[in-house]
């Protein structure tokens, strides 16, 4: 197994799943039931295993731009005006 294999086999002993996910955010985020998650996810993981295969580095960039954009969004959801701004006009 290699070692990134080894390192994220660690990672999932202490979280007890296949993936690092919690399930109901998870599902919530991709728009399936929680049941269905595991489903969605291990089709997904293949297509992207297979595309990896044939593309790695084609896929590292894409798969660190997603990772950049969703880092962009949290902070954008995360950033709300001051209390001030917010409740201009409201007495």
Known sequence: MSRIGQ???????????????????ASE??????????????????????????????LAAELAAIVALAIDLRERRAVKPPLHIRNHGEK
């Open 7 to 25: 390192a994220v086999d660690a990672i999932r002993e202490d979280r007890r799943s296949n993936y690092l996910f919690p399930t109901k955010t």
């Open 29 to 58: 985020a991709v728009g399936c039931h929680p049941n269905k998650f595991h489903d969605w996810w291990y089709r997904n993981r293949d297509k992207l295993i297979e595309l990896g295969a044939v593309h790695p580095g084609e």
